[in-house]
Every structure is written in C-alpha cells, then in structure tokens.
C-alpha cells in the first residue's frame, strides 16, 4: 500500500526579504518559520529546506540500519543518526553527511560498518540523494 505524505509552506514576498512557514500535514503543533537568511546564512530560530531534508534523510536511515540489523539478529539497542545536509546558493544540495553512534549488542565494528553501508546505499532517502553527495562516519558507542 502506497502512503503519501505532504508538508505545506505558505511563502510571503520575495525571496530575499520574504518568509514563510512549512508545516506537517500529519501534526497541528508542526510548523517552522522559514526565511532565505536562514537557508543561505543559517538565520537563528528559523529552519531550512535543507535541515529538513535532513531530518527526512537521518530517519529513513535509522529505520534502514535497524530493519537490516534485525533481520541478521543484532536488534539494536539505540541508533543515534545525525545528517548533515550542506546547501551552497547558487549551486543547490551538495551532499549529506550521516554522522551514527550505536548500541548493538554482540556484533563488531567492522560488521557494523557494513551494515552501515548497506542502509547508507539502500535508505528510500539516500537513493532519492542520488544526485548528490553521501557520506558516512558509524561507530559503536
């Protein structure tokens, strides 16, 4: 079965002086103030398409990871997944960074680094990436 998700931003006036805010379509209490200062210079209090795409990208691959760590039998005890999504004005999304500790009992880290291999390449996200630059640091804890 097919899910489809939406997210809506309302955008007001031009780019550089405009704002607008995105909001969950899932979640009433979900929605960002979002501005060009925060996009191109990183504006305090106020979110990015990128940090989004973020959040997108360092969920999908915990949910990866996990799934493929399960099915071989090493249930993780925790994943923490931080992706880094770099945006430079002018050229776009130049790549994302998935920066992993984990808990995983009984396993080493060279087979956990195989695994994160395998959710980087086969994460719904990072293939959606495809275009752009993925890169990978996954340590146990």
Known sequence: MAVTSESTTLWFGSLMEGKGTTSLDSSD???????????????????NPEELLGAAHSSCFSMQLAHNLSEAGHTPESLQVTAAVTFVPGEGVTGSHLLVSAKVPGISAEEFQTFAEEAKATCPISKALGGTSITLEASLA
């Open 29 to 47: 209490a979900a929605e960002f103030p979002v501005t060009w200062a925060a996009r191109a210079e990183g504006e305090a209090g106020r979110t």
